[in-house]
């Protein structure tokens, strides 16, 4: 009988607003993975928000449950993985997921996650924030060394959804 060729995972990195969860949707469509938005699964899970998570516990407590849901999904294959903006803060997040799938770094400029990000009501780190823009600059500046240290980069700022999508297919087909 022949063996039943399992998919490696596609792990999508990068900033809020660079289109992790809604291209990531589309392209795990197409290519026949199944889907997991970590942050959601995260709220399901303990039947909270992350922006109460963040309120009450603190940032650390969501980032200790992050870390467990990457160590269980690295376990797992078959799936493509929208993670939240600041996986890449702990650099095991990145070992694990680069040993269990094909990593993507979503990259988005700092306008561009603004206008992307402007309505959302479930970030915590943009929530109580006056100017949305020089916190996006902040922590893009902060955080660019540890995204474009990931090798498969996919600039996403101007592309529409069905275009990241369709550049996320071929990444993955190409490295998997
Ligand atoms: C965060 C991004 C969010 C969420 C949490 C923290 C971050 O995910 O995990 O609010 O540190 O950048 P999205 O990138 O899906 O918005």
Redesign the pocket.
């Known amino acids: 009988m022949p063996k039943l060729r399992r998919m490696r995972n596609l792990v999508l990195v990068g ?3 660079s289109g ?2 809604v291209a990531g949707q589309r392209a795990a469509d197409r290519l026949g993975l199944g889907f997991v938005d970590m ?1 959601r699964l995260i709220e399901q899970r303990h039947q909270r928000s ?1 922006s109460d998570m ?1 309120a009450h516990e603190g940032e650390a407590h ?1 980032r200790k449950l ?1 870390r467990q849901l990457v160590r269980e999904l690295a376990a797992q294959q078959g799936n493509a993985i ?1 993670t ?3 996986v890449v ?1 702990d650099p095991e997040n990145i070992r694990d997921f680069s040993r269990a799938g094909v990593v993507v770094c979503c990259w988005v400029d700092a306008r561009t996650a603004h206008e992307r990000t402007r309505h959302a009501k ?4 943009l929530e109580a924030e006056p100017d949305r823009l020089a916190q996006i600059e902040k ?1 893009l500046r902060q955080r660019e060394p540890l995204y474009r240290a990931i090798p498969l980069q996919l600039d996403t700022s101007f592309l529409s959804v069905e275009q990241q999508a369709d550049e996320l297919v071929r990444i993955y087909r190409e490295n998997s």
């Open positions: 900033f809020m607003g992790k969860t942050d992350i963040f969501f992050e929208a939240g903006g600041g803060l479930h970030r915590p780190l922590l």
